[in-house]
């Protein structure tokens, strides 16, 4: 690929550009070099060791092909009539036979009688295998060199994107045919292991090329953590734990043996609560601790045996990450409303495969894995389709706050100054998951006059500036977006709860397109396919979908 450097930019050209550094962005990579093309990826972190998969194991949703009528029943249930059978059914096929080409590329996953079982991966030596596995294909990685804006042709066609370097303190500019977005959710800076990442960029890129985003009402996902050391969010271990208050007293917290999931945020709210996982078996300690393992490291650093000693616990925001909410898709391609504008993982809207349901744990992994391979294919294609010119369009930068100022003159705002308004409305129980109009609405004033401020002139005396001027302005947008989609679904679906509207509505069997920057709107797709007869479903086996 030519490359040519300047005093203070890298410039490169590719046919596709991967923004992420996560599964999605990885899988999208490497469909996108199948196909022939030169591909250029670029990664926030260090592409195999940050983001939220790096961080720990997970679950993968891949059914071995007798199971998969069962499996699909239980996510389109899951998903309350929100769900799309045909995208249930693609995603779980397209991840059942990609899994043994991870075996191919060096991956070892257990063995039962002989045969690989395939339905979880170890995250840092999964994203190592994918990463080694891309330099093999030749494809070229740009590490610690975050995107801040998407570049558009004069047809209005995605032509590249502009970010930092970091390491070398320098701006980038890559010209490219097509641009996968797959660099995430939002997690809004919670320190939710692995998710500081993902702070919503990809959402405020799409949305200022002229995209949509959808479901961002379904993005206040919390997860389970100790309280001391408020940062690994994995829930498993914590279906074996008696909760008690602070005196002790048993607060109960399951119904039919099974953890209620509306317990702990209510109890939160009243007093704190702690938690022992005393309800495990010996059986059931081995397994967990082998496959959750990262969830014991903090006990065993504090010295703390959470068998029989109790421990404080909180939630943590995970937002998008595991919720569902981003930008929406238009084909099968994982294409956006803008030409040449692809996006998967938790960077797109989750809905078809979860409705309003969280996507995390295996639906996640498995999402990852199909759709940064469509992606990746339908940007090659469409790259292709431009001709041996491509590199050669006019482009305008796309990006606005956070980069450029809308004021000139104004004040240069604080990035962290912004960033803790948001969190000061996002991070709340009684903000974000317990929701009705009067909090939303007072929210959704507060956050106004971030992006307000966000519209000022931005500190960007270093490449590190930039990048936190902009990571606060997408912050702001997401945070509004989210607010804005859960005041006008007037229902309690999926992971969204209003207090104020209580029930599930059967009539409002619709996703949330939402966009806007200045103004924003949101309007209903109806689904057309629901289906009057969904198929029968199996309760015996929901744990398979719900596992995280």
């Known amino acids: 690929m030519p490359i040519v450097y300047s005093d203070t930019e890298l410039q490169l050209t590719a046919d596709v550009l991967v923004i992420g550094g996560g599964p999605a962005a990885a899988w999208a990579a490497w469909a996108a070099a199948s196909q022939g093309v030169k591909v250029i990826i670029v990664d926030k972190g260090f592409l195999g060791t940050s983001g939220a998969a790096a961080a720990s194991g997970n679950g993968i949703m891949a059914p071995s092909p007798e199971n998969w009528e069962k499996v699909v029943s239980e996510c389109y249930h899951v998903g309350n009539n929100l769900a799309n059978l045909h995208w249930i059914e693609r995603v779980i096929e397209k991840t059942w036979l990609s899994l043994p080409l991870v075996e191919d590329w060096g991956y070892r996953f257990p ?32 590490d610690q060199s975050p995107a801040l804006e998407l570049l558009l042709a004069e047809d209005s066609s995605v032509a590249g994107a502009r970010g930092v370097q970091r390491q070398n303190h320098r701006t980038y500019t ?29 959402l405020l890129m799409a949305v200022e090329a002229g995209g949509e985003l959808s479901s961002m009402e379904a993005s206040n996902y919390y ?5 001391f050391n408020a940062t690994v969010t994995r829930a498993v271990p914590f279906g074996w734990a008696s909760y008690t208050d602070e005196a002790g007293n048993d607060l109960g917290g399951y119904i039919n043996g099974r953890r209620d999931p509306s317990f702990l945020p209510n109890a939160l709210l009243k007093a704190p609560v702690y938690a022992r996982f005393d309800r495990a078996t010996p059986e059931v300690k081995a397994v967990i601790e082998k496959s959750h393992f990262i969830s014991f490291l903090p006990y065993k650093k504090a010295g703390i045996d959470p ?7 909180t939630l943590v925001l995970e ?9 929406r898709l238009v084909n099968d391609s994982c294409g956006t409303k803008v030409p040449g504008l692809y996006a998967a993982g938790d960077a797109a809207s989750r809905e078809f495969l979860d409705g309003l349901a969280s996507g995390g744990g295996g639906p996640n992994a498995t999402w990852a894995i199909s759709t940064g391979q469509w992606a990746g294919e339908g940007a090659a294609a469409f790259a292709k389709s431009l001709g041996a010119h491509a590199h050669e369009r006019v482009v305008r930068p796309a990006g606005q706050a956070g980069l450029r100022s809308q004021y000139p003159g104004s004040e240069t705002f604080d990035s962290e100054t912004v960033v803790r308004g948001v969190q000061a409305e996002m991070f709340p129980l009684e903000k974000n998951y317990f929701r009705c109009e009067q909090r939303l609405l007072d929210s959704l004033a507060k956050l106004e006059m971030l992006w307000l401020q966000v519209q000022g002139n931005p500190k960007q005396d270093t490449v590190r500036d930039m990048e936190f001027s902009r990571r606060a302005a997408a912050l702001v947008a997401v945070a509004r977006w989210a607010y804005f989609s859960a005041l006008h679904r007037t229902e309690t679906r999926g992971e969204h709860i209003r207090i104020d509207y209580p029930e599930t509505d059967p009539s409002q069997i619709y996703y949330q397109a939402t966009g806007g ?17 969904p198929p029968v479903l199996n309760t015996q086996t929901t744990a398979s979908v719900l596992k995280l």
């Open 223 to 227: 997860g389970i953590s100790s309280a």
């Open 307 to 313: 068998y029989t000693e109790r421990v404080p616990v």
């Open 517 to 533: 920057l200045e103004r924003l709107w949101v309007r209903r797709d109806w689904v057309k396919d629901a289906i009057a007869t």
């Open 174 to 202: 890559v010209r490219a045919g097509a641009v996968v977005l797959a660099n995430g959710g939002c997690a809004f800076l919670s320190k939710a292991l692995g998710c500081n990442t993902n702070t919503g960029d990809g």
């Open 319 to 327: 937002g998008t990450v595991r919720g569902t909410g981003g930008i």
């Open 111 to 142: 063995k039962e009688n002989g045969e690989s079982v395939r339905q979880s991966y170890y995250g840092p030596e999964y994203m190592r295998i994918l990463r080694k596995n891309l330099l093999r294909v030749g494809v070229q990685i740009l």
